[in-house]
């Protein structure tokens, strides 16, 4: 039985990273990288907002800058994100 409640999971967030502010070669976004920061992994604030910006029209949900900012690795982005997820009234 679904919920009818739409998810972000890792795979949403490696795609948009990718198709949005692309990736350092150097970098693998197939290896384990829930608890890595983002600047670890080559994506500075600007490229963050752009992520943001991209989840929002995607998901539908409504991302501040701070939580962009403050949200360091892909866990707790994903977390920031599926939280907005469930407060978004279903139609």
Do not use: C, H, W
Request: charged fraction near 30%; avoid cysteine; hydrophobic fraction near 40%.
């Amino acid at each position: 039985m679904s919920s009818g409640i739409k998810t972000f999971e890792l795979g949403d967030l490696k795609r948009i990273l990718k198709e949005g502010v692309g990736a350092d070669e150097s970098v693998d976004l197939e290896g384990d990288i829930l608890d890595v920061d983002f600047e670890a992994l080559g994506y500075e604030s600007l490229a963050m907002l752009e992520t943001g910006t991209r989840i929002e029209r995607e998901f539908g949900v409504v991302l501040t800058d701070e939580t962009l900012t403050e949200t360091a690795t892909p866990r707790r982005l994903i977390e920031a994100v599926n939280v907005q997820l469930r407060s978004v009234p279903t139609v």
